[in-house]
């Protein structure tokens, strides 16, 4: 019974307390400047301010247990419970007391009375006491204009936790392992995202990796974070800002042209909201909620607002100057983030900087090349920087200078002897379209190379920078036909990524440089246009990747066979309906329809379109005859075309590959595409 007695003396607030300060982590810089102002360091008022949720009530806490142990004598303000007109009789001790600490806690919910904080109040707190206040707004900007706050005043900005204190909230929240990569991926270093996150994921225990948070989450979490809205324009425009990656005044008036200019300079007053030199952004969870929300609560308007915001950013991108072409590239990809676009953001923003390069740097061009790929590698660098020097880029580490890569983008009309022998991946890419389809006058085709240092490799901001500039190439370019890329040792996850995401495929030809085998990628800008292209990328986006996910992936002979038999039965709509074509591409681009009536269509206009080449009327008429007037019999068939047997079934076997053919370049570069070329 003692046992018991004891473990229920004290009061629930010493409990709360502890358990409060057993899971406080992390904001060691914050806790050395108020130790520092606690100990005489020159300053006699902190403001802390950062958005809802960040940890600003926890680090007032605990700067009032930091106090207490020193022997101060502390009074807590909160500006949420707190009518303006008791304001300094809740503050009163700080005004007898030198010794005195004062935390103002949620000065948000009074933010009225900053001017007589500042100008009336402050300046009557002795010498020695210390005043900290923290809300969601930065200071006002008289602060800093008065030169008599110069060595009083301190500002401190709360940001995120640090990866490591994150993790230590987790532990002292007791998430489990398998929780906490998908935790860390919503919620970051946001502690009070982190928290909820945890305990609502606690309960899913069959969640595991794929845990995301539910809408309950998205619901409290907004509440909490950016709370009321003005209007339906405002709410418009906050989330306007959360899909783009920045969002200048011109954005957002192409997404909402109405009062661009008031919403705009509303949007860079929320605490939540940061900017930078490429405009505003909202803090990454408060980012993710918005997206979330809008998406599950207004899936037609998300569509609406990303088609408006992606037309303007694909706009960009084809009139932006050189130097701003990879800025404007990001930007567009940014949107695509959820849908497997890499990138890695402003946490690495100028780390790295793209250069033209100069004739005095084709010396660094070779040793970068030497230590990426070898000599033979650097050879064909040597090679290319001597006749298109315009081509090839440098990529420097900003703070040191330092070299790591280097790309060339090569346009190619034509090719001589000597060039074609001197590269075999250029080589192999200009033997592949001429054999497939060959440049027409005034055509090119282009090459991207690149060396990089072996720790650049792969999934860094280095290599964004590089694949912008291929982008941005790609969508600007005039009569270029084909592009081709070239990686030397991808992996599966590579190239499952270039063909899905970018829709490009590989050619199963690997060329050599010395021992080292790589693959190129080719795309067929005449079949795809880039704004098809961009089309495709959107549709992946809004659809979502349970719409792509169900389409079937035939092999060129499987599709083919798959053909020959939907043409036999193109009567049956129920057969047509078990046929595989019906979850391929070619019908998944024609929404709206009946996957098998879709298909009979399709079918139908392909041999339809046989007539419109004199070369294959003949083979229009033995099909139209054997499938569309389901001629019981061959031999009927080539009684009423009035051909010999033998003449009938040549004409049908070269229609059925002619078809075959066509639909399969549909298949690879989409319903718009021009029709297979006709041999």
Known sequence: ??????????????????????????????????????????FSVLYVHGPGGIGKSALLRRFAHEAAVAGRPVSMVDGRMLEPAASEAEAELVLRDADAVLLVDNFDRIQGLEGWLRERFLPRVPMGALVVIAGRNPP??????????????????????????????????????????????????????????????????????????????????????????PSAAHRHALEICAHAYMTAEDLLRAALPEDAGTLFRWLRRLPFVESS????????????????????????????????????????????????LLGAVAALLYLHRGNGADFHGRHHEGEFQE?????????????????????????????????????????RRTETGEPVAFSAWLRLAELDEEELAADPIVAMAWAHARATTPLRAGEHLAV?????????????????????????????????????????????????????????????????????????????????????????????????????????????????????????????????????????????????????????DLLRQAIDDLRADPRSVKFHRALSVTFLRSTPTQELAAERLGLPFTTYRRHLAAGIERVCADLWHRELYGTSAPAYPST
């Open 1 to 42: 019974m003692a046992a018991e007695s004891t473990n229920k003396s004290g009061l629930l607030g010493w409990r709360l307390q502890a358990a409060r300060e057993t899971a406080f982590v992390g904001r060691e810089e914050e806790l050395a400047v108020f130790h520092a102002a606690l100990y005489g360091g020159g």
């Open 140 to 229: 006002d900007m008289r602060w800093q204009a008065d030169p008599g706050w110069a060595g009083a005043l301190a500002v401190l900005p709360l940001r995120d936790l640090r990866a490591g204190d994150a993790q230590a909230l987790m532990d002292s929240s007791g998430v489990p392992a398998e929780l906490r990569e998908p935790l860390l991926a919503f919620a970051g270093g946001h502690p009070l995202a982190l928290l909820l996150g945890a305990a609502v994921a606690a309960k899913d225990g069959g969640a595991g990796r794929r845990w995301t948070p539910n809408h309950d989450v998205v619901a409290t979490l907004l509440d909490q974070l950016v709370g009321e809205l």
């Open 277 to 324: 030199s490429l405009g505003l952004f909202p803090h990454d969870v408060v980012r993710e909620l918005l997206e979330a929300d809008l998406r599950w609560r207004d899936p037609g308007g998300y569509a609406v607002m990303h088609d408006r915001i992606h037309a303007h950013l694909a706009e960009r991108v084809r009139t932006a100057s050189e130097g701003d």
């Open 355 to 395: 250069e033209v390069v100069r004739e005095e740097d084709v010396g660094t061009l070779l040793r970068v090349a030497t230590a990426a790929e070898g000599a033979a590698s650097a050879g064909r660098a040597a090679f290319w920087a001597e006749r298109q020097l315009e081509a090839f880029r440098l990529y």
């Open 448 to 600: 991207s190379r690149l060396w990089a240092l072996p720790p650049y490799r792969g999934n860094s901001p280095v290599m964004d920078l590089i694949q912008w500039r291929v982008i941005g190439n790609c969508l600007r370019a005039e009569r270029m036909a084909w592009s081709y890329i070239e990686i030397r040792h991808p992996d599966q996850a590579a190239v499952e990524h270039l063909r899905r995401h970018y829709g490009m495929r590989d050619i199963s030809e690997q060329p050599r440089l010395g021992e080292d085998p790589y693959t190129l990628f080719v795309h067929d800008w005449r079949a795809v246009p880039a704004q098809a292209w961009l089309e495709r990328m959107n549709h992946l986006l809004v659809a979502g990747p349970a719409a792509t996910a169900k389409l079937a992936v035939l092999s060129q002979a499987e599709f083919a066979e798959a053909v020959r038999k939907a043409l036999r039965q193109l009567s049956r709509l129920d057969a047509l309906a078990a046929s595989p074509l019906t979850r391929t591409r070619l019908i998944a681009e024609r929404a709206g329809q009946n996957p098998a009536t879709a298909l009979g």
